[in-house]
Every structure is written in C-alpha cells, then in structure tokens.
C-alpha cells in the first residue's frame, strides 16, 4: 500500500461510480495483503476456487448462507465504505447492515426534506407510491382517504391473482400475535412479505435513508421498509405466496415456508427485485442514481 501526500492507502471511489451490489454465498471472505478475497466452495454462485474482490468499485456485499468473514474483512470495508449484510437464501431475510458511510447525503436528505413537509412533500411522495402500485395518479390528498382506496383495492388483488393461481381465497386474515393460527393461502402470505420485507430492507440500507421516516406507515420503526415493501405487494408477494402453494400441492413433503423461500429466492433473482426497489427510492425520493 502506498502512503504519504498521495492518501491512496485511504482513497475512495464515490458511490455514484461503483457497481453497487455483490453477492456472495458458500465460500470463505479474508483479506491478503491488503487485497478482499473470497474463496468460494463448489456450489457457489462463482467457479470454485479464490476470487479477488474489487472491494472498493462495489457499494454493498450481500453475505449468503455458508459464508465466513474474517476481523480483518470488517476493517478493510469500514475503510472504503463498502457496506456488509448478511441475508438469508436469496436475499429472502435480512440479519444485519452495518452503516455504509456513503460519501454523500443527498437520499436520506431528501426523504427528511419530503416526510416533514406534512402537507406538501409527504403527500406527494404518498401519491407517488400509491400511483407506482394502482397505474394511476390519485387525486385525493387525504391519507385516509388513500388508505381506504387502498383497502380496497388490494381486497380485489387477493382476489384476482389467487384466482389466476387456482387458489381458494377466503379473504385476508392476520394475527399478529399469532401469524399461524390462519388457511394456508394467509400463512403463505405472511411468509412471503417477511421476505419482501427483507429485500426492502437491504434496498434501504443501501440508499443510506432512515428506515423509520414512512410516508404511509408511521407507528413502525421500520416504516419507511414497510412502505417500499408494499410497493411490490400485487407484482411480487402475492404471486410468490400463491406460488409457493402451488408448489406445494405438488410436493406436501416439505413445509409451506420453505416453498416460499424457495419461490422468493427466484422471483428476486428473475426480476431483480433489490436493484428494483434501489430505484423506486430514488424515483419517490426525486434523487439520482448515486449507490448503485
């Protein structure tokens, strides 16, 4: 590594000018001298063998199941603000995100700017969201308003796609205290947006915004997560839900939730559901492309 007035040894290339996300799964991250390298197993994503890792061109590294970091992986990317998350298969849970320190704030500035504008920027990105899911602008400017619209709405959406599936509807029903005590079409349901829930979460970090500033929902600590995963909820997790019961009826052996991580693991890779939603961000947000 070099040193003195050139700083290379602390260099870092904007976010706007990285590749953003990485994944990577089954193999062991270290570091040599100086260098992120990641050893990856058969079954890998990546050929077997040892892979060096751009470290400083990549925004965000998503560590899969079977992955092992050393002490000194978490020094080398605090120092080139490349940010770490652990997931779960196919980036249908989410474990944890140390901060990405991105070199700028503009994101998570505007969505501060925009969610304490009660009247004006809250409602306009609310709307937005709302347009983003129905096909439509919304005249109403009344958050009730919208969210009785929505009600409705997504009442009919529970009903079509699982119509399209062949499945049985007998209307949505969740207890919170107790998510399992319900029909096979709800659990299935309540799996598969706990893994929407969890790509959000990943596209939130990376964007660098503050997971609790939500426009549509407000009482979570997560509600701006929430609010990104729900725009997907017709095109994404219904279909995935519905889906994984369709699989299953063809193979009862395994339980419902694995069909659903399984069915969510290549919807998320088909669709590219994470960069998707990295984009939705910055549309709602009115920001340019600045992580990915």
Known sequence: MLRGRLGLETARIPHADRHGLLWLAFGNLYVESGCLRFLAAAGSDLKAGDHQIPHQAVSLILLGPGTTISHDVLR??????????AIGDGGVRMYSAPPLSPDQSQTARAQVRLWSDLNGGRMHVA?????????????H???????GIEGARAKESYRSIAQQFGIVWDG?????????ATDAPNQAINHAATAVEAAAMIAVAATGTIPSLGFIHEDSGMSWTLDIADLMRSETTLPIAFGALKAMSKDPSQPLERHVRRVAN????????????????????????VTT
């Open 76 to 85: 080398l990317c605090a120092r080139h603000g490349t940010g770490l998350v």
């Open 127 to 139: 709307r937005k969201m709302y347009a983003m899911r129905f096909g439509e602008v919304l005249p």
């Open 141 to 147: 400017d009344d958050i009730a308003v919208l969210r």
């Open 172 to 180: 949505r029903r969740y207890d919170r205290q107790n998510p399992d």
């Open 266 to 289: 290549r919807v998320f890779r088909e669709r590219q559901l994470i960069s998707t939603l990295i984009e939705r961000i910055q549309a709602l947000l009115d920001v340019p492309n």
